[in-house]
């Protein structure tokens, strides 16, 4: 599985942006894909889980509740992470991963490059 991360850009606080993970040609529909960050000197963490079956979302960072939502679009094999409301602490690389498991289960096996939100004014 092969994972494409993008639409990472620089934006003031209070703005919203779309971030794009496409996913390899038809196994999209047989796997969670969820959405981790790193921020500057911190762990990675979780952000937002969508599964495969039945497109179930889950929300890892109860700092992005209510501001950030996942979706999944499997004719055109791609999850977007839609973020409102930005603010500097979600500063970070984004990345997506993929796993035939559950989003409760987070063995993620596959991920992808990353892209940078920077956000700032």
């Known amino acids: 599985v092969q994972l494409q991360a993008s639409g990472g850009t620089s934006v003031p606080p209070g703005d919203s942006l779309t971030l794009s993970c496409e996913v390899s040609?038809?196994?999209?529909?047989?796997?969670?894909i969820a959405w981790f960050r790193r921020a500057p000197g911190k762990e990675r963490e979780g952000v937002l889980c969508i599964s495969s079956a039945e497109g179930v979302t889950m929300t890892y960072a109860d700092s992005v509740k209510g501001r950030f939502t996942i979706s999944r679009d499997n004719a055109k094999n791609t999850v977007y992470l839609h973020m409102k409301r930005l603010k500097p602490d979600d500063t970070a690389i984004y990345y997506c991963?993929?796993?035939?498991?559950?989003?409760?289960?987070?063995?993620?096996?596959?991920w992808g490059q990353g892209t940078l939100v920077t956000v700032s004014s």
């Open positions: 991963a993929a796993s035939r498991g559950s989003c409760r289960g987070q063995n993620f096996s596959f």
């Open positions: 040609e038809s196994t999209l529909v047989r796997h969670t």
